[in-house]
């Protein structure tokens, strides 16, 4: 007996074709008005029996491989194609057909895949569609009524698609996949009338149910599909790369899209056993490893990685690796893992250089003992900057709250620093103020803060971003040199006080003492001058000089005393 079921398609339809044949011999000379066969002059009760148990085998190897060609890998419409070759022989029809999707309200339908005789061209090759008329909607809605076949004759007489596509007879049934609408499918008889018998009716169902089988598996190969053509260009468009670790097996597969992201070519990637490819740096190779076997043994659900790699002759680059397990074993352990590459070394440069930027801004900030902040109207919360909470002096773990930063303030500066905030609000203008806060310490701040107001879509104020300095250091300086103005000016009035009295104490021994001296010896000088002109001349001219230099000094004394103390003389 033929082994049916694994026959291949050519090998199925020349066994079709010696189907033929001996129904061609069994109708000897004609059939009838049916399309019925006929039994000839030589079939006996013993032949027709045989030949019908061979027919029935036939058949269901028919319907077998009605199963299997959907399995094939190959097109879907190929295989579909197939699948109505094969059974427009098996019914010894002129058509066979597959209409998508069947609806009855749209104005026209389709027929996506027909399988013809040479003879008799359908709709598809005929690149039409088929309009439906009063008469194809009476026969649709027996389809949908319908729990099986529907069959009918004449009718050229009574629909319109049967007279413009030329058959006599049709027998068709709605197929309903599991996903997706309604397909039509049916047969046509363009050579004759035929009366469709109950087991062909039979044949034809079970052929349909099969067929909906095939569709189901036509419709998940083509989301499939779809679903791979999306993941693809997903994937284009991401750059990214995928693998797929068999962990039993102790081998991964490389998208060779890892290769171009690499910039090398494809023969680059070896032969890997986990997701840890070649050129990974020292450091990150042992971390890698590590963190899979973590992964694997905690059965958590997603794997991600960061590495550099070092292509060859090629600077590092920093790679995403995203992983999950997709099939385990019966003791639980994963099986499969996939996974994909992503290059982020833009990423990573991009965060190097911010967090360059944020050290720099931080280190200002400490230097300038500046912090900064950001008051969100609308939820009521801040945003401190780490150098403002050394500032204000409460912990980094602490949750910035508006109500914080005003209890610190000090009790004299808090109605000025309230007025300020109402006005920024009201104006929507910058602010500038300085004002004390009271440390949790007990120590005291002078800050001074500068903030901008911005704005939401209406206009409203929506938040407040500013900066507050720690000017305590400034300020104690300022007042250190208020005093020490205080302590020159007092030192300068008793300097000049001193001066002063130094200056009268000189004017009066100049005035008084000297200036009397003097006196003296000008009139005593004067004296011995009268005295000695006549008797000793040159005594008298000694006493006469004596007398002069004592009255120039008393000029000079005079004149001294009048500049040190001259309200007084």
Not at 252 to 272: H, S
Not at 389 to 408: F, Q, W, Y
Not at 490 to 505: G, K, V, W, Y
Request: charged content about 30%.
């Amino acid at each position: 007996m033929i082994d049916y079921e694994n026959l291949s398609r050519e090998q199925l339809i020349r066994c079709l074709e010696r189907l033929e044949r001996e129904r061609t011999e069994q109708t000897g000379n004609g059939t009838d008005a049916t399309g019925s066969s006929l039994p000839g002059p030589r079939d006996d009760e013993r032949g027709a029996n045989e030949r019908e148990i061979g027919g029935r085998d036939m058949l269901t190897a028919c319907l077998e491989h009605v199963a299997a060609a959907a399995a094939q890998p190959f097109e879907p419409e190929a295989a579909l194609h197939d699948i109505l070759s094969v059974v427009r022989k098996l019914f010894g029809a002129d058509r066979a057909w597959l209409l998508y999707p069947f609806d009855m309200d749209a104005e026209f339908l389709e027929v996506r895949i027909e399988a013809t005789s040479p003879e008799y061209p359908g709709a598809l090759a005929r690149g039409e569609r088929v309009r439906i008329a009063a008469l194809e909607r009476r026969f649709g809605q027996r389809l949908l009524d319908a729990d099986g076949p529907v069959v009918d004759l004449s009718l050229r007489d009574r629909m319109d698609s049967s007279e413009r596509f030329g058959f006599y007879s049709q027998m068709a049934m709605i197929i309903r996949p599991r996903t997706g609408q309604p397909w039509l499918f049916g047969l046509h008889q363009c050579s004759h009338e035929r009366v469709w018998s109950e087991e062909e009716r039979e044949l034809f169902a079970q052929t349909a149910e099969r067929l909906s089988g095939a569709l189901n598996v036509t419709n998940m190969r083509t989301a499939l599909r779809e679903s791979e053509r999306r993941l693809a260009l997903a994937l284009a468009g991401a750059s990214d790369a995928v693998w797929d670790w068999n962990v039993p097996a102790g081998n991964c597969y490389i998208d060779p899209e890892f290769a171009r992201m690499l910039g090398e070519p494809v023969e680059y990637l070896p032969t890997v056993e986990t997701p840890c490819p070649a050129g990974v740096h020292p450091h990150d190779d042992r971390e890698f490893r590590c963190a899979l076997t973590r992964y694997l043994e905690s059965k958590s659900s997603q794997f991600e990685f960061e590495f550099r790699i070092q292509p060859k002759h090629r600077r590092w680059r920093w790679i995403l690796a995203r992983g999950k397990v997709v099939e385990r074993l019966d003791d639980g352990t994963a099986r499969r893992v996939v996974g994909t590459y992503t290059d982020i070394t833009k990423r990573k440069e991009i965060e190097r250089d911010l967090e360059r930027s944020r050290a720099r801004l931080q280190k200002a900030q400490e230097i300038a003992r500046l912090g900064s902040w950001e008051f969100s109207i609308a939820s009521n919360t801040a945003v401190w900057s780490d150098e403002l909470r050394e500032i204000l002096g409460v912990e980094r773990s602490a949750a910035p709250h508006p109500d914080t930063l005003a209890r610190l303030i000090h009790p004299e500066d808090r109605d000025r620093f309230r007025r300020a905030m109402d006005d920024v609000l009201a104006d929507a203008q910058p602010y500038d103020i300085e004002y004390r806060i009271v440390r949790p310490d007990g120590g005291i701040r002078h800050l001074h803060s500068k903030a901008e107001v911005f704005l939401d879509g209406q206009g409203r104020p929506a938040a407040l971003v500013g900066v507050a300095q720690d000017v305590t250091r400034y300020k104690e300086q300022e007042d250190r040199l208020a005093q020490l103005l205080i302590d020159n000016r007092r030192l300068m009035q008793e300097c000049l006080r001193a001066q002063e009295a130094e200056r009268r104490r000189l004017s009066h021994e100049l005035h008084d003492e000297l200036g009397q001296s003097l006196a003296v010896i000008q009139m005593s000088a004067s004296f011995l001058e009268d005295r000695l002109k006549g008797a000793a001349p040159t005594m008298g001219k000694a006493a006469k000089d004596i007398m002069e230099a004592a009255g120039g000094a008393l000029d000079v004394v005079r004149t001294t005393a009048r500049r040190l103390r001259p309200a007084a003389l």
